[in-house]
């Protein structure tokens, strides 16, 4: 076993470092009890991210398709900056939503120009 203070080589059975005094058992402790609560602190961080990017994905298709009735530019924007945000978590459908809010924007636009009658 080594000292986690000083680095010394110890005997499995020993309390104390021979080196430092550091006691050993203790240290051990200390670092079980760490790593259970940073793998607490990462399952309830991880929950919170999946809670989000629940949230942009379904932000950026309600954004894309409103963008194909109101305001093109500004929503298929937004369609795009949620589908960034959400390809943190899924690459693939964040990619998917991006490329769905740009052609809902141009289709909206066209659509806008030919209602008014450009």
Known sequence: MYCSACG??????????VSCGNSLNQATRVENDN???SSANDISTNN???ESSNL???LGWVFSVISL???PILFAAGGVIFGYLH???????GTIIMIA???CGIFGTIF???TVGY
């Open 8 to 17: 010394a080589e110890n005997n499995q059975e020993a309390n104390f470092c």
């Open 35 to 37: 790593n259970s609560t």
């Open 48 to 50: 919170v991210s999946n």
């Open 56 to 58: 942009y994905l379904i």
């Open 69 to 71: 009735l109101f305001i």
């Open 87 to 93: 390809r943190k978590n899924d690459q693939t459908h």
């Open 101 to 103: 809010a740009v052609a």
């Open 112 to 114: 806008g120009m030919a």
